[in-house]
């Protein structure tokens, strides 16, 4: 059973920055095309927002483009969310995911497997 473990959330200012962190244990992000990040806010569906593809290519939904920069880490199982310019239209559970399908339209794209989520709150 893969195992993700997001960290980095937490209430910031509108303008500011934070950094998510997902750490893997048990398998490999190697071993995956396509992993990234997913967000839902209260009462909304659940939206990809950022992927990247074994050979590093990114791929974000409009929401967060030129905002929000993922990034991987193969030697420390880890892959990143760097958010920045944060609004309170970011407020949300922010989860990683591994095995993500539709890989190059985070839009449509769905995960076999998921992370607990961290929170993110962005205060006006």
């Known amino acids: 059973q893969v195992r993700l473990v997001e960290s980095g959330g937490g209430s910031v200012q509108a303008g500011g920055s934070l950094r998510l962190s997902c750490a893997t244990s048990q398998y490999s992000f190697g071993g995956y095309h396509c992993v990234g990040w997913f967000r839902q806010a209260p009462g909304k569906e659940r939206e990809g927002i950022a992927t990247?593809?074994?050979?590093?290519?990114?791929t974000y939904a409009d929401s967060v483009q030129a905002r929000f920069a993922i990034s991987k880490d193969n030697a420390r199982e880890t892959i990143y969310l760097q958010m920045n310019s944060l609004s309170p239209e970011d407020t949300a559970t922010y989860y990683c995911?591994?095995?993500?399908?539709?890989?190059?339209?985070?839009?449509?794209?769905?995960?076999?497997?998921w992370g607990q989520g961290t929170q993110v709150t962005v205060s006006s």
């Open positions: 990247i593809d074994s050979n590093g290519k990114t």
């Open positions: 995911a591994a095995g993500v399908h539709h890989c190059y339209t985070p839009q449509r794209s769905d995960a076999n497997f």
